[in-house]
């Protein structure tokens, strides 16, 4: 096991640490196994039984987006805990032990709701034990003032984006097998990534964030797992009762939460800003954070129409034969994620150069709402760019008639997973700079407003 100042001086990955190698791979396969899975979790959720588990295409979109607002939920407690209670080292070992069995429930035929109930319930557990501990260690890694961090985030988002090509994978495995084979699929990678990281870690991070950041007495410490052990059992009692008797629908549970996400940063914001703790220049730099805050709200309300709205729309409206060859929808992630990566790693360079911030932010908003203006234009449908062959039908919109295709060509989502996948690049390339460069205010020492 190498000392900490050893591993601080070490170059031997590309520049890095060895145990950025390890972070990188467990992001690679963890990317592998969540991507894979939500690529194709909103078909599995609305195909019929036994295929699926027979759920509208309405309520398949609101579970999606209910599992994704409440991962990122879950994840403020789990920094939290991983601060306060855990270190991030154990609370990364217990996530990467915990991490495969929830694709090996989704894996076992005929599991159905039940079985999602779970695994989902076991994805926002491993949310609420280790949040951004990942970050956090990458972070660590470095001593403050060492400019290999920045590129150590980039590296990182690199290598997410590869392990995000994985759903034309899955996919195509859903569409010639069954959903439990690509679910499987998705298990294996995972308890890759798990066996990775689980058997290099103490040799390559030696006693790195061991111990909690901001740790509280002891008793306390194991009082703060029982109690949100005891919190997480009964509202999962709770809810289970809810439904089982229907005495609150998918879409009354998803506007609730939807509420709690929208006020619940604001919140935070608030008591991070009037902490004792909180000295004033933080102050001043968590106010600057707060538009940036707003405009990555909505980007990512049109963003996570990827796997939501766009996923369906291409399942339904989309021709998905490709020189004879019926492919899946579940491509077209694929696609966006090899923008992301061509895109990122161009835009990244270009912010190194030319970080402005506010102009950034205002075209990453702007070029993430451009294509769906686009589509919903009159010009848009009435330009034939794609030479569709489609039979067509006529629509009317206010002031006159528009040919539009009955069903579009691959082409038109296309355009728009290329648009999202630039605004995703320009967005990622931004916040990995922004979070390596504000590291130490921003995250290291985030239990200091706790």
């Not at 609150?248 to 604001?266: C, E, H, R, Y």
């Not at 835009?347 to 102009?359: D, H, K, N, R, Y």
């Not at 010009?379 to 039908?393: G, N, Y």
């Not at 069903?407 to 990995?432: E, H, M, P």
Request: hydrophobic share 45%.
């Amino acid at each position: 096991m190498l000392d900490n100042e050893a591993i601080f001086k070490d170059r031997s990955f590309l520049g890095h640490p060895k145990g950025l190698l390890t972070i990188c791979l467990r992001y690679l396969c963890n990317s592998f196994s969540y991507y894979g899975f939500t690529a194709i979790l909103i078909y599995y959720l609305y195909k019929e039984a036994p295929v699926g588990l027979g759920f509208d295409k309405t309520e398949a979109a609101q579970l999606l987006s209910l599992y994704f607002a409440l991962v990122v939920i879950c994840g403020v407690v789990g920094s939290y805990m991983a601060d306060r209670v855990f270190g991030v080292r154990k609370a990364l070992r217990i996530m990467n032990i915990i991490a495969p069995i929830p694709y090996m429930i989704l894996a076992i035929p005929r599991s159905g709701v039940i079985g999602y109930a779970a695994a989902t319930g076991l994805l926002l557990c491993n949310s609420m034990i280790a949040g951004q501990s990942m970050n956090t260690l990458t972070a660590k890694l470095y001593q403050q003032g060492d400019a290999r961090r920045d590129s150590a985030f980039a590296y990182i988002y690199i290598i997410a984006n590869i392990g995000s090509a994985i759903p034309a994978v899955t996919g195509t495995i859903a569409l010639l097998f069954s959903y439990h084979a690509a679910f499987a699929l998705c298990a294996a990678a995972s308890v890759v990534g798990s066996t990775i990281f689980l058997s290099t870690e103490r040799r390559v991070f030696g006693t790195i964030a061991e111990e909690p950041a901001d740790p509280f007495p002891e008793a306390t410490r194991k009082k703060a797992v029982f109690v949100l052990a005891g919190i997480v059992a009964i509202i999962a009692a709770i809810l289970a009762y809810l439904f089982s008797n229907r005495i609150i629908t998918i879409k009354q549970f998803a506007n609730t939460v939807s509420s709690v996400a929208v006020f619940l940063p604001a919140i935070y914001l608030v008591y991070v800003i009037s902490s004792p703790k909180t000295k004033p220049e933080e102050k001043r730099r968590v106010l600057f954070i707060i538009p940036i805050f707003i405009a990555y709200c909505f980007t990512n309300l049109v963003s996570y129409q990827g796997n939501t709205v766009l996923s369906i729309y291409a399942e339904t409206s989309v021709n998905m034969n490709f020189f004879g060859k019926e492919i899946t929808p579940a491509s077209f992630v694929t696609l966006q994620s090899i923008f992301s990566i061509l895109l990122g790693s161009a835009i990244s360079g270009l912010w190194a150069v030319s970080p402005s911030t506010s102009w950034s932010s205002a075209l990453r908003s702007l070029r993430r709402r451009l294509p769906y203006w686009c589509c919903r234009s009159r010009w848009h449908t009435a330009w034939d760019w794609t030479r569709r062959t489609e039979p067509v039908r006529k629509v009317r919109y206010k002031r006159k008639n528009v040919r539009t295709p009955a069903k579009c060509r691959c082409a038109d989502i296309l355009f728009l997973y290329f648009w999202n996948s630039t605004q995703k690049s320009v967005n990622k390339a931004g916040v990995v700079l922004v979070n390596a460069e504000r590291y130490d205010t921003l995250m290291q020492n985030s239990t200091d407003y706790a």
